[in-house]
């Protein structure tokens, strides 16, 4: 089936979604005080914890079919790329919180006409998650969830560890009948498994160039592979993920593919409501790009200072050709940027886009 190719016409603005922009930004604003009152330094509203900080180098493949050699994905070519992945809370909780995981990508030296507030940079960023949709239908129950999450940030950390506990066991309830709960696995349900073997998604779609996709990274390194669906034993271990990252990465490399799947049927792959998983049978996820990393020290705190710090991370920091699509899309960008501008006054340093992708050994 030929893929649709994009036309403004395919987002349908609610009029609500002003205010319900400005009840998100509000929302993330409390998650961010309320971390910097506690802990004395800004943090992200959203995937505050770090647990991988990585130099990267992202390479597009050669000989991509015409439909898929579209914007990023034109020109075949390296680029040196930064990596970070976290878990979804906007406190520090302790890894025995088993939380959904974020993969966060920016490709640097990329071509072409920029997006609204990136018109400084020439940097492209995907930002992905461990779960093929997104939680919820639209930007206004995700903003009730977050409302959730904003008044109980700093709250009953224990009470968090055994919701944890209870909802991960649901999730395996669920996943023994053949299904996935998104909404479990957003608010703790998730497996403790290593985040090197997750596969990870755009959930919301992106304009691709001439037509519109979902993107997805997928590990392809056998040292990545043999991960998934394997357990850890995180009981006691505040820093697990970050610890069991660092084990690996301290001594191997590792590989990843970027892949997309365009949207081929609007009815079936619908843009405003990402919590609809496109369908795979007869439209997969396609290869254009592979991620490399050399093995090196996962996580530092002199990275952090830099890339946990100083640095943001948006789908709006990118070109025209991979604009973010949707309700969902549409709503990430104030808060993203309101969010960003706060931590930045907190800790003293303005978000900048770097020029290169450097970071302390």
């Keep these: 089936m030929t893929p649709v190719r994009y036309t403004p016409d395919v987002e349908v603005i609610d009029p609500e979604e002003p205010r319900i922009q400005a009840q998100l930004v509000e929302a993330f604003r409390e998650i961010s005080e309320t971390t910097h009152r506690d802990l004395g330094h800004g943090y992200r509203a959203v995937h505050a914890k770090s647990h991988a900080l990585l130099k990267a180098t992202f390479s597009v493949l050669a000989g991509l079919p015409a439909e898929y050699a579209q914007g990023l994905f034109a020109t075949p070519g390296t680029h040196d790329a930064l990596l970070r992945i976290s878990t979804n809370a906007g406190d520090l ?13 920016k490709v640097f030296d990329v071509e072409g006409e920029r997006l609204p507030g990136s018109a400084d940079a020439r940097t492209q960023d995907f930002l992905l998650a461990n779960g093929i949709a997104f939680p919820t239908a639209g930007p206004e129950p995700f903003l009730r969830t977050l409302q959730l999450l904003a008044k109980t940030t700093d709250k009953v950390e224990g009470l968090k560890k055994f919701i944890s506990l209870v909802f991960r ?15 479990l696995t957003t608010l703790g349900g998730h497996p403790n498994t290593n985040p090197l073997g997750e596969r990870y998604f755009s959930q919301a779609p992106i304009r691709y160039g001439d037509y519109m996709a979902k993107v997805g990274l997928f590990p392809v ?8 669906g394997r357990e850890l ?14 084990v690996i990465l301290a001594k191997e490399g590792g590989r990843w593919e970027l892949r997309v799947q365009l949207c081929r049927d609007l009815g079936a792959n619908p843009i405003e409501d990402a919590s609809v998983p496109w369908p795979e049978e007869d439209n997969p996820y396609v290869a254009v790009a592979v991620i490399d990393v050399a093995p090196q020290r996962a996580w530092t705190g002199e990275r952090a200072a830099i890339l946990d710090d100083q640095i943001a991370f948006s789908p ?4 025209v050709e991979h604009r973010p699509l949707g309700a969902i899309m549409r709503a990430r960008k104030p808060a993203y940027e309101a969010s960003s501008g706060l931590r930045g006054s907190f800790n003293g340093c303005p978000m900048h886009q770097p020029g290169s992708a450097a970071l302390p050994d």
């Design 93 to 105: 909780l302790p890894d025995t919180v088993s939380l959904q995981r974020g993969f966060a990508i």
């Design 169 to 183: 066991n649901l999730e395996k309830g669920v996943e023994a009948l053949g299904g996935e709960s998104a909404l």
């Design 221 to 228: 390194s056998p040292n990545f592979t043999v991960l998934e």
């Design 233 to 246: 034993d995180i009981d006691g271990r505040e820093n697990a993920l970050r610890e069991e990252i660092g």
């Design 316 to 319: 709006w920091h990118g070109i």
